[in-house]
């Protein structure tokens, strides 16, 4: 074992005793990305040869040990701004951009003592994905299989927590943006509850829908980098403004008497066996550590898939408006304005963003809005009002993550419905604004990665915090390495 | 309903995206499955049922009328594919 | 031919007024009129990728200020939407506004032609943001986003507008509202206050609405007078030629004294309006509402009647006095101080040599720098027949060259009017000797000849004699010769 290999709080706990220092930390992960970076494509951008590898704030690296995440490297995916360095969303369109400005969850864990790596993880363009196959830097390899996809879109940052390139890493979740890739690549990954984190620096996809979150090793390092970027923010108007609880403490309590909720609709659709099965035994597993199991209904599931692709396509023709080449970006010259515009979003963004910036577009469009739009928005409110009306009688729900394992590289590109319907089981989450985990509970016979998924009340993450770890203290799923 | 492919002429034209031939029959004949796949929801009883625009119910967000320092020039114009003094340029534009 | 078809022209106006907010509405950006290009804007107003915005109190509770002195219903909950359209001076390609849930609707405002009071629908009031400034050269266009992002409020009426001179009486009365309220500079000059007109002609027998356009480009009230009655006219030739009357946007050339169709080539509006997710919706609650409605202060209208009633002022004079505040405060100070009741003296002055004062120095009357007391002793003086009227006028401009007191003036000029009659006798004998031909007129009974004699009169003293008393002297000695 490296010292990349460590979770952040083994580490944290070796600094602070004095048995290493921050340099090596960080030496130990450029060795690991210049060993497999070039099989695994976790980041872009990246000068593997450089020893060590450079990060934003490296000036900052010290001996002491005083604040939550000192000398803790993270990784951060390509959308969210890191001033002066490079965010460009894996998109030809944000060519060269540099963020004048800092999103406020990198202040925070500059903040924090972390050391950000300065190449981000590769991911979907603008997030638009489920495999990280739409970047414009090609995709990510899963460590586990190299065949496979590594998931998305935060696929880089799953990879790269997976590959040990990282020690811990910043993914942001519109549909199950990360936790799908974390349960892909067998790490830990939330999605915080919308307005937990601040999204100020976030590169909108769907702004009512999209939330950064961690990926780590385990879930105690999940817990700890939520707890450095979680808040409100004077900035994000959709933060809330509450104390926000100690992830860490939580952590500590176990899970006798609390009652998990199984809902039945997420065991039926289009779910591999094998995946059932292992999902099945974690849930076995639970019990025994004296949860209460309760088999539950939330009916509207089976329209999360559409009436997510009709809202997150609206909220997404809308944001990525911006991108015409006037202030920043890629711009192609034409005889006039409109022809400029056309021709520089025609050259600048990839087939999926084309694909859903059409289909958002026409969903708000005259004469469509009431039937599209208007009709997912309240279909959205149901799923809502299942969620709400289930946690009243449980804690929190268990489902499988993803319906499959990961699938192979090019399997789903041009078949675009196919890879929507990846998202089925995290998709919920988002549109009800509530948090949700993943875990890794076991692997198939192919050894891939299979993911459990906790999802909670709003702004309850201690409970998922609490029965996963739980969970991890009793398995070793999360102790295993990719065969790299 | 127009047919698809003229729609999608309108809504391309409206997004401002460049498409060749090639990718108008290629994304016609996705987004006809895609609009397939979501008309299910059109089996959902939505009778009575309020939209919902936000994910979590926060009101009242406001803040004081307080002036920050703003951006300095070189800052601001950082990013331009074209500026000239302290202005974006583009092409002229006819109103 | 239609040639006998009598219409009426059918009028909705579209005004934007910016919120004299020290911030942006949705960032901390200032909103300085006039600062360097590019030098108020950061990345919430430059809509760079990543960022949010926040909404400015301040910016709500002036929406909402302007919405209940308008009579308005005021939202209970109101919401933001996004509205969306491509161009230069809009850097998210879309603009925060208002659609479902405006601030403010279904309001009126009274407007007074000739004593009539008409009452104006508004249909709605909302918030949104301002856009960037283009300036064209040859080849180039040249952005500047200070602009971006400054507090405007929408304020739409129903078409119940009939005339241009409606038009502009809304305009005078709308803007006279706002600057009572201290939310706006309303100057269009500086592009505070920006109207856009929608007319349309329908035959009158019908209430049936016909083909409208749209005007813009209109920097004036006069302008929108004139490119309303402008386009009523043109309006009026193709339907009595029968030809079709476009749909479209039209610009205002203030040179040519003339509408134009665009240049460019207009797409079906399609705006796909949807709620801005990035700024939860606001609950109004009636304790803001009455906090708003405690700081309305006395409005044009009541306070015009309560010159007429306080002051004994007509109609006319008191309206002149109180459509703008600042004006209204500085006529009030000064008609209270006057210690006469009869207070139309004071009025005369401040609509008359006060006002031609002000317009001469380009000023507006409330920047003249006559306090109640001096303006109070300079009417004095004529009153007490010390100076003349027409050398008062002169002291009232050194009054405000210098800051000097009329009496000082008077003094120093050597001013005090001669009342004195044997100090005038001289001359008054002097202008008959030299006119025979006018006493001869005015013997024969051309009785206004004698105007004449007292401006000799006049002359010979500098003006300084009182010319009452001269009249009254000469007419005696022709009398009595």
């Given amino acids: 074992m490296e010292l990349c290999d460590l979770t952040a709080h083994h580490l944290l706990s070796l600094l602070k005793t004095k048995e290493i ?110 495999s990280t196959e739409n970047s414009c830097f090609g995709p990510t390899r899963n460590p586990w299989d190299k065949t496979k996809v590594a998931g998305g879109s935060s696929g880089g940052s799953a990879a790269a927590v997976s590959a040990s390139e990282t020690i811990l890493a910043i993914g942001s979740d519109t549909g199950g943006s990360i936790r799908q890739p974390a349960c892909f690549c067998g790490v830990v990954g939330m999605k915080p509850t919308y307005g937990r984190v601040s999204r100020y620096g976030l590169i909108a996809f769907a702004s009512s829908l999209d939330q950064i979150g961690p990926l780590a090793k385990d879930v105690h390092d999940c817990a700890l980098l939520l707890q450095v970027i979680a808040g409100y923010d004077p900035k994000d108007s959709t933060t809330i403004n509450i104390e926000v609880p100690n992830y860490i403490a939580a952590l500590e309590k176990d899970i006798k008497g609390i009652t998990i909720g199984i809902p039945k609709e997420y065991f039926v659709e289009g779910i591999d066996e094998e995946v059932k099965t292992i999902v099945y035994e974690a849930i076995e597993e639970l019990k025994k550590l004296g949860a209460t199991i309760k088999n539950v209904e939330l009916k509207h599931t089976h329209y999360a898939v559409p009436v997510y692709y009709i809202i997150a396509t609206a909220e997404a023709s809308s944001n990525l408006a911006r991108f015409d080449g006037v202030r920043y970006g890629l711009r192609l010259e034409s005889e006039n304005l409109i022809s400029m515009y056309s021709k520089t979003r025609g050259r600048g963004f990839g087939a999926e963003v084309k694909r859903r910036i059409l289909l958002g577009t026409f969903v708000l469009s005259h004469g469509y809005y009431d039937a599209y739009y208007l009709r997912a928005q309240k279909v959205r409110t149901l799923i809502k009002k299942d969620f709400e009306d289930v946690f009243k009688y449980v804690d929190c729900l268990v489902t499988p993550t993803s319906p499959t394992t990961a699938f192979a590289i090019g399997e789903k590109v041009n078949n675009p419905l196919q890879m929507y319907l990846s998202d089925i089981f995290t998709i919920s989450a988002n549109l009800a604004g509530v948090p949700a985990i993943s875990l890794c509970c076991g692997f198939t016979k192919n050894k891939l990665p299979v993911g459990l998924q906790i999802i909670g009340k709003a702004f309850d993450e201690e409970m998922l915090f609490r029965v996963a770890h739980a969970y991890q203290m009793h398995t070793q799923w999360h102790k295993q390495k990719p065969p790299l | 309903m127009k047919p698809l492919s003229q729609t999608l002429q309108y809504v391309a034209k409206l997004s401002r995206l460049d498409l060749n031939e090639n990718e108008l029959q290629n994304l016609s004949q996705q987004l006809q499955t895609i609009l397939d796949f979501i008309d299910q929801l059109k089996k959902v009883d939505i009778a009575n049922v309020t939209p919902t625009s936000y994910a979590v119910d926060i009101t009242n967000v406001l803040r004081e009328d307080l002036p920050i320092t703003s951006f300095p020039l070189e800052k601001s114009l950082a990013n331009a594919p074209r500026k000239k003094d302290s202005f974006f340029v583009v092409r002229k534009v006819i109103d | 031919m239609n040639i006998n078809i009598q219409y009426e022209p059918v009028i909705g106006l579209e005004v934007h007024v910016q919120l004299k907010t020290q911030t942006k509405i949705f960032c901390g950006c200032r909103t300085d009129f006039g600062a360097p290009a590019n030098s108020q804007i950061c990345p919430v107003c430059l809509g760079l990728p990543g960022v949010l915005p926040v909404l400015n109190k301040i910016a709500l509770k002036y929406a909402i200020k302007v919405g209940l002195a308008l009579n308005c219903s005021i939202g209970e909950l109101i919401r933001f939407d996004r509205k969306h359209y491509y161009y230069p001076d809009l850097p998210k390609n879309f603009q925060i506004s208002q659609y479902e849930l405006p601030v403010a609707k279904n309001g009126y405002l009274e407007i007074s032609g000739n004593g009539n009071v008409k009452k104006i629908g508004i249909r709605r009031a909302h918030l949104e943001e301002d856009a960037g400034k283009l300036i064209h050269t040859n080849e180039l266009t040249f952005i500047d986003y200070n602009r971006t992002g400054i507090p405007l409020l929408e304020i739409v009426t129903e078409p119940d507008i009939f005339s241009p001179e409606e038009a502009y009486e809304y305009l005078t009365t709308l803007k006279g509202i706002i600057s009572y309220l201290d939310v706006s500079d309303c100057d269009m000059e500086k592009g505070s206050l920006r109207c856009d007109a929608n007319i349309s002609l329908r035959p009158k027998w019908t209430k049936q609405l016909g083909v409208k356009t749209e005007i813009k480009n209109l920097n004036s009230f006069k302008a929108v007078r004139d490119a309303l009655t402008f386009e009523i006219k043109r309006q009026k030739e193709l339907l009595e030629a029968e030809e079709t009357i476009e749909q479209e946007t039209r610009l205002w050339d203030e040179k040519k004294q003339r509408t134009f169709a665009m240049r460019s080539k207009e797409e079906a509006k399609d705006y796909r309006y949807f709620p801005e997710p990035d700024i939860p919706p606001v609950i109004i609650t009636n304790q803001l509402l009455d906090e708003i409605r405690a700081s309305i202060p006395e409005l044009p209208k009541a306070r015009m009647e309560r010159f007429m009633r306080e002051f004994n002022l007509n109609y006319a004079d008191a309206r002149q006095l109180t459509l703008e505040k600042n004006i209204a405060d500085y006529a009030e100070e000064r008609l209270k101080a006057y210690p006469k009741k009869d207070k139309k003296t004071v009025a005369n002055w401040l609509i008359g040599p006060l006002t031609q004062e002000a317009n001469q120095r380009g000023k507006n009357l409330s920047e003249i720098p006559v306090s109640a007391d001096a303006l109070c002793e300079l009417i004095d003086l004529v009153e007490n027949a010390k100076i003349s009227n027409l050398a008062a006028k002169s002291v009232l401009t050194e009054m405000i060259d210098t800051g000097k007191n009329a009496l000082t003036i008077v003094k120093e000029k050597n001013l005090i009017q001669i009342s004195d009659e044997s100090t005038l006798t001289k001359e008054v004998e002097q202008v008959l000797q030299e006119n025979p031909q006018i006493i001869l007129e005015y013997k024969k009974g051309k009785t206004n000849s004698i105007m004449f004699l007292v401006g000799q009169v006049m002359k010979k003293t500098n003006g300084k004699a009182n010319p009452k008393l001269v009249q009254d002297m000469l007419r005696r000695r022709l009398e009595n010769a």
């Fill in chain 1, 21 to 130: 220092n921050a340099q090596q930390i960080l030496d130990s992960i450029s060795q690991r990305i210049k060993k497999v970076e070039n099989q695994i494509k976790a980041f872009v951008r990246l000068d593997s040869n450089r020893f060590p590898v450079e990060t934003i704030n490296q000036h900052t690296i010290t001996t002491s040990c005083e604040k939550i995440l000192d000398g803790i490297p993270v990784a951060i995916k390509d959308n969210i701004c890191t001033e002066n360095f490079l965010t460009e969303c894996c998109s030809q369109i944000l060519q060269g951009f540099r963020p004048p400005y800092d999103a406020t969850v990198i202040t925070k864990l500059k903040e924090a003592g972390a050391i950000i790596l300065a190449a981000k993880t590769n991911m979907d363009e603008f997030a638009f994905g489920s």
